[in-house]
């Protein structure tokens, strides 16, 4: 484990931007089959700076809010498509008409008319033992399922700026714009987001670690792994693209909550695509 303790670099920092080109900038092509898909390769694989400069994003800086309003029309809102309400009759026809039930159901059926009336009573007896057991575990199954779209934090500590602001200074040809530490609703956040996490926080959206802003972070990731102890994070690329998710000790995972340290991250992947 590769761990910077630099506490200090966690704050806000200024930057320097290029602001004759900052107008002019082009959203990057997007290297995914489907729109707001996961990068290719997969973001574990490669330096956090790739993906930075994949979105034109500046880890002491952020996102300008022009870009990030940009990211948000182009990927969509950070959220989970609601599931479908669950039906208990939907369910009770399912358990009924699975292969297993219609055989017994037959077997019911045969032994009614050859008169085998214990035969019939005892099958018939399995059949109901069969499908109430199956009902009772599909139903808390899709309420569980149903329950996942409230998992996530509401909101996120973001890094933005805004190039147009009157507190920032010209220099030559360039001007220093200071990036702010500033929560937004969790649905707003955007790949390139560069996301601020600490002790207690509930993660927003799938994120690459940067370098040098890493301080003894660990996650909680027993919703994704289930895994009861908290998994240590580190910076480093990782060269096995189908790893595990609880080896892609580089990457922090939405959903899950940060037991220990702080890091700043850039997102990679939001909504249904975390």
Same mark, same amino acid.
């Given at each position: 484990m590769k761990n910077l303790p630099n506490t200090t670099s966690m704050s806000p920092s200024p930057t320097m931007i290029d602001t004759n080109n900052n107008n002019n900038s082009k959203p990057p092509a997007t290297t995914s089959d489907e729109k707001g898909g996961p990068p290719s390769p997969p973001p574990h694989t490669r330096t956090a700076q790739q993906i930075l400069q994949e979105y034109q994003a500046d880890p002491s800086c952020g996102l300008s809010n022009d870009r990030a309003a940009q990211l948000l029309t182009q990927y969509g809102p950070n959220q989970l498509k609601p599931p479908e309400t669950p039906s208990a009759w939907k369910i009770f026809l399912q358990q009924v008409t699975?292969?297993?039930?219609?055989?017994?159901?037959?077997? /019911?059926?045969?032994?009614?008319?050859?008169?085998?009336?214990?035969?019939?009573?005892? /099958?018939?007896?399995? /059949? #109901?033992?069969?499908? !109430?057991?199956?009902?009772?575990?599909?139903?808390?199954?899709?309420?569980?399922?149903? !329950?996942?779209?409230?998992?996530?934090?509401?909101?996120?500590?973001?890094?933005?700026?805004?190039?147009?602001?009157?507190? !920032?200074?010209?220099?030559?040809? !360039?001007?220093?714009?200071?990036?702010?530490?500033?929560?937004?609703?969790?649905?707003?956040?955007?790949?390139?987001?560069?996301?601020?996490?600490? #002790?207690?926080? /509930?993660?927003?959206?799938?994120?690459? #670690? #940067?370098?040098g802003f890493l301080s003894n972070l660990e996650c909680d990731e027993a919703l994704l792994t289930g895994e009861s102890m908290p998994v240590s994070k580190t910076a480093d690329p990782i060269d096995q693209a189908d790893c595990p998710v609880g080896d892609r000790t580089n990457m922090i995972y939405s959903g899950s909550q940060v037991t220990k340290g702080r890091a700043r991250c850039v997102v990679t992947m939001t909504g249904m695509h975390t």
């Open positions: 699975s292969a297993m039930n219609l055989v017994l159901i037959a077997a /019911v059926a045969v032994s009614f008319a050859i008169h085998d009336w214990i035969a019939a009573g005892v /099958v018939g007896a399995l /059949v #109901i033992l069969n499908v !109430s057991v199956g009902f009772t575990q599909e139903w808390k199954a899709e309420r569980v399922l149903a !329950s996942l779209a409230s998992v996530g934090s509401p909101v996120a500590t973001v890094l933005r700026h805004d190039p147009k602001s009157t507190s !920032s200074t010209r220099v030559g040809q !360039s001007r220093i714009v200071e990036g702010k530490a500033k929560s937004v609703p969790s649905v707003d956040v955007v790949p390139g987001d560069i996301i601020l996490v600490k #002790i207690g926080d /509930v993660v927003p959206a799938d994120a690459r #670690i #940067i370098p």
